[in-house]
Nanobody, 121 residues
Framework: QVQLVESGGGLVQAGGSLRLSCAAS????????MGWYRQAPEKQRELVAR???????DYADSVKGRFTISRDNAKNTVYLQMNSLKPEDTAVYYC???????????????WGQGTQVTVSS
């Protein structure tokens, strides 16, 4: 079994910062990529940022220059540093990880339970 535990969400004023963490644990053989998605009320879930095992990153245009994704491979943890937050960043943020649980096993996606981020104006 694989578990993803997110933390760091909360309420912050516009212009403030938050740091999200997502730790993967359980039967993990290799993590291919880790990322963050978000879903605002009545909107589709969207990619925020992702990082591959070799450190390559990808960001949504709306967060470029404000958010930074990083990972600690030794801890199987991914972070999202969010600066200059805006009310439109308000959403539930989900961690998503692509990993394999054993050699020769195909990789699959796992999702965290989500953490609420609310930015007040």
């Amino acid at each position: 079994q694989v578990q993803l535990v997110e933390s760091g969400g909360g309420l912050v004023q516009a212009g403030g910062s938050l740091r999200l963490s997502c730790a993967a644990s359980g039967s993990i053989f290799s993590i291919i990529a880790m990322g963050w998605y978000r879903q605002a009320p009545e909107k589709q879930r969207e990619l925020v940022a992702r990082i591959t095992s070799d450190g390559s990153t990808d960001y949504a245009d709306s967060v470029k220059g404000r958010f930074t994704i990083s990972r600690d491979n030794a801890k199987n943890t991914v972070y999202l540093q969010m600066n200059s937050l805006k009310p439109e960043d308000t959403a539930v943020y989900y961690c998503k990880t692509a990993l394999t649980t054993a050699p020769q096993m195909p990789w699959r996606y796992y999702w965290g339970q989500g953490t609420q981020v609310t930015v007040s104006s």
